[in-house]
T-cell receptor
Framework: KAGVTQTPRYLIKTRGQQVTLSCSPI?????VSWYQQTPGQGLQFLFE???????NKGNFPGRFSGRQFSNSRSEMNVSTLELGDSALYLC?????????????FGSGTQLSVL | KQEVTQIPAALSVPEGENLVLNCSFT??????LQWFRQDPGKGLTSLLL?????REQTSGRLNASLDKSSGRSTLYIAASQPGDSATYLC???????????FGRGTSLIVHP
């Protein structure tokens, strides 16, 4: 069974640009969540989607948005990039959205903003 | 607000040693706790998931315990190997939205 797939693996952008990251969950998984990882803040929750609906949202500005498609694939968009957005962006999938779900992570997208 | 602390931040041990990694959380009303390992620049690999009703979980050389009343979990690694070198993170699900809160991790180096 294929794992969680994130594309692209690396991205270099300049300030002010926007970026879209993609995440394909494990087959059969319907929940996708996104996280930002930086040396300064550690791993922080961005948002979670289940059945094309946003279920939870972390404490990030509105420049960070996401969506989920009917096949459970998810995209995350960051508009008007800032230097501080440089980070490893991780997505995780789980069978469903709930308290007891096990998270499976992808390899991440390393975003550098210049 | 849930806070998760992992001590020590870094650990260096010789191969073959048994070791314990710690994870502490402030709100004991958790749903579950999950241990991960992360290799440099990579994603997280799930190691063990302990539900709130469980006391421990085992997988191979790994054993994770959970004591909700004291707000602690430990990850025991037996007979450590150089391939165990990685950062180990714990994540706790709690609160009405069950959003996971992660610790900052323990960076482990096992030298031959």
């Amino acid at each position: 069974k294929a794992g969680v797939t994130q594309t692209p693996r690396y991205l270099i952008k300049t300030r002010g640009q926007q970026v879209t990251l993609s995440c394909s969950p494990i087959s059969g998984h319907r929940s996708v969540s996104w996280y930002q990882q930086t040396p300064g803040q550690g791993l922080q929750f961005l948002f979670e989607y289940f059945s094309e609906t946003q279920r939870n949202k972390g404490n990030f500005p509105g420049r960070f948005s996401g969506r989920q498609f009917s096949n459970s694939r998810s995209e995350m968009n960051v508009s008007t990039l800032e230097l501080g957005d440089s980070a490893l962006y991780l997505c995780a999938s789980s069978l469903a959205s709930g308290t007891n779900e096990k998270l499976f992570f992808g390899s991440g997208t390393q975003l550098s903003v210049l | 607000k849930q806070e998760v602390t992992q001590i020590p931040a870094a650990l260096s041990v010789p191969e073959g040693e048994n070791l314990v990694l710690n994870c502490s959380f402030t709100d004991s009303a958790i749903y579950n706790l999950q241990w991960f390992r992360q290799d440099p620049g990579k994603g997280l690999t799930s190691l063990l998931l302990i539900q709130s009703s469980q006391r421990e979980q085992t997988s191979g050389r790994l054993n994770a315990s959970l004591d909700k009343s004291s707000g602690r979990s430990t990850l025991y690694i037996a007979a450590s190997q150089p391939g165990d070198s990685a950062t180990y993170l714990c994540a706790v699900r709690s609160g009405g939205s069950y959003i996971p809160t992660f610790g900052r991790g323990t960076s482990l180096i096992v030298h031959p």
